[in-house]
């Protein structure tokens, strides 16, 4: 019934159903080929496709289309016209009858060497004329092939594969009407709503209207450059205040987005009327305020026309203190994005530079020392933490010189606040490091000496400064067991200060005799501070206590006849 021939073709015969056919695959053989030779070989039984002839296309309708197709029999028939450097091969013919006067914009992918689409308008293959497609100026990822169509008008649509052989050859397409738009005159602006948002459209075919503000890019580098044109117009009311910033995203067509306050053409402001154009596409970043609707014009430069795909992206949640994002109380790092945060008049510490901040708010699990900060940042990105129930009444818990590191109580809710540079466009994870205090890091908790003659050592690192505590530091208390001098000697870290008093409000701090000692009382409670520092090390002293003896001389001295006077005198 048929004949595939040598190596790799193709071989067709008709079937009727219910009957059983033989194959027979002879292998290929010389002389020379060994008895024993074994061929691998591969055949597909693929049915002919109803549309594999002109005249029984596949009728298509409507607007949005995806069709699937198997160009594995397909064939290619005579008569059938050659566009291109390649000849019909496994062609599958449709109609499609255009709903008005636009654009068909067409894309299609394989698991082969290729699909190849071409248009035609014309009622028998002898009367075939091919409609040229409209090759983009930049390409266009998102609808690559695109033809001007007319409204009535029955177009025939060759769907082929370029590709020899048996094998299996599918391929995807995607067909899409774009006819006049509502959206190409201001008075149909397209609403657009909620943060983030997107826009989306396809401004082929779009004009410009008579009273539109012009726009003009720049030459610059050898980018193309001309007047803006093809736009396509919606509108956004802003939910919150703050950094608003719209952009392109990966895969649309080079467009600009222009912002404009006002409800007729005639009378728009642009929020940024001077700004130089350089190129496309361009970002644009403006201030809205909380239900301000404004007018968003989406045009391009003349060949750029196509797909284009932008998102309004707004300040964070967390913009203001009052909307403090909750962090859970075991959470072992926090997720900052100051990207288009805003500066608020309430914010405790002054913004510069239009810089923006973000709050959280974090309940301590456990009492502790708590580190927020990233090391090998500037530490301007480590937060300073907060306590209070408004913003007047906000109080400071960490200290300038040691952003982000404080002292946690159990069941306290803290608020972080976090402020950089608005413009940039990244977050990071600020570790959040909750230790438990050190042993004697309250004056209440000071670590009992006893002796005459004491080495003791500590960590000052992560301590923290309590209420009526001007710096962070760890304690001491040594009771003197008798009249006499101390002596507190340094071996690392710096020498502990000596105070007395009752409490850690009513200290009073002790100077040294001459000698570098301290004239201490029997029974007396002193207490020793070491601070953390601004480069904090472990501290370890000596203390060396010298009881006065039982007598003291009161006068030594010669007296006239040449002998030495003493007197001594009780304690």
């Not at 390649?86 to 914009?105: E, I, K, N, V, Y």
């Not at 990105?381 to 009444?393: L, T, Y």
């Not at 001459?514 to 004239?519: E, V």
Request: charge should be negative; hydrophobic fraction near 40%.
């Amino acid at each position: 019934l048929g004949h595939m021939g040598l190596l790799t073709s193709t071989g067709r015969f008709s079937v009727v159903a219910g009957q059983t056919y033989l194959l027979k695959v002879a292998p290929r053989r010389t002389p020379e080929t060994p008895a024993e030779a074994v061929e691998a070989f591969r055949f597909t039984l693929a049915w002919e496709p109803e549309q594999d002839a002109f005249a029984s296309p596949r009728i298509l309708e409507g607007t949005t289309l995806h069709l699937s197709l198997d160009h594995t029999a397909a064939t290619a028939e005579p008569g059938e016209p050659t566009t291109g450097i390649f000849s019909p091969q496994r062609s599958l013919w449709h109609a499609w009858t255009a709903p008005g006067d636009g654009w068909l914009l067409m894309r299609g992918g394989s698991r082969g060497v290729g699909p190849s689409v071409t248009l035609f308008t014309g009622s028998t293959l002898a009367t075939l004329n091919a409609v040229d497609p409209v090759r983009p100026r930049e390409w266009d990822p998102v609808w690559p092939i695109r033809f001007p169509v007319e409204g009535g008008q029955t177009y025939r649509i060759s769907l082929d594969y370029f590709e020899g052989g048996p094998a299996v050859a599918v391929a995807e397409w995607d067909l899409l009407f774009v006819g006049p738009q509502d959206n190409d005159a201001f008075a149909g602006r397209l609403p657009v709503t909620g943060l983030p948002a997107a826009l989306a459209g396809i401004n082929l075919g779009a004009t410009r209207e008579a009273l539109e503000p012009p726009r003009q890019i720049e030459p610059w580098q050898g980018k193309p450059h001309g007047p803006i044109g093809n736009t396509l117009w919606y509108s956004w009311t802003a939910p919150v205040s703050g950094h608003v910033l719209i952009r392109s995203v990966a895969g649309s067509s080079a467009v600009l987005a222009e912002v404009f306050t006002g409800d007729r053409l005639d009378a728009l402001r642009s929020l940024r009327p001077d700004a130089p154009l350089m190129g496309l596409p361009e970002n644009v970043t403006f201030v809205a305020e909380a239900g301000q609707t404004y007018a968003i014009s989406v045009g391009c430069l003349s060949g750029q026309e196509g797909a284009f795909h932008l998102e309004i992206l707004g300040p964070p949640p967390n913009d203001a203190w009052t909307a403090a994002t909750p962090v859970p109380p075991d959470a072992s790092e926090i997720p900052v994005q100051l990207f288009l945060s805003t500066p608020d008049p309430t914010d405790p510490e002054p913004a510069r530079d239009q810089f923006g901040s973000v709050w959280f708010q974090w309940t301590a699990p456990a009492r502790g020392r708590v580190s927020l900060k990233l090391d090998s940042w500037d530490s301007s990105h480590n937060p300073s933490v907060w306590i209070g129930e408004r913003p007047e009444d906000l109080r400071r818990v960490d200290s300038p010189d040691r952003r982000g590191r404080f002292r946690a109580e159990a069941g306290v809710t803290y608020l972080l606040f976090f402020h950089h540079d608005a413009a940039e466009d990244s977050g990071y994870l600020m570790p959040l490091v909750l230790d438990p205090p050190l042993p004697n890091d309250d004056f209440a908790e000071a670590i009992p000496l006893t002796g005459t003659e004491i080495e003791a050592s500590g960590e000052t690192r992560g301590a923290t400064a309590e209420a009526g505590e001007s710096v962070r530091s760890v304690w001491w208390r040594w009771t003197a067991p008798g009249n006499g001098r101390l002596w507190v000697t340094a071996l690392a870290g710096e020498v502990p200060a000596l105070f007395r008093g009752p409490g850690i409000g009513q200290l009073t701090r002790q100077t040294g005799l001459p000698d570098g000692s301290y004239r201490v009382r029997s029974g007396e409670a002193l207490f020793l501070q070491a601070r953390e520092g601004d480069d904090p090390q472990p501290v370890r002293f000596r203390l060396r206590f010298a009881e006065d003896p039982a007598v003291e001389w009161s006068n030594v001295g010669w007296g006239s006849d040449g002998v030495l006077h003493l007197t001594l005198r009780a304690r």
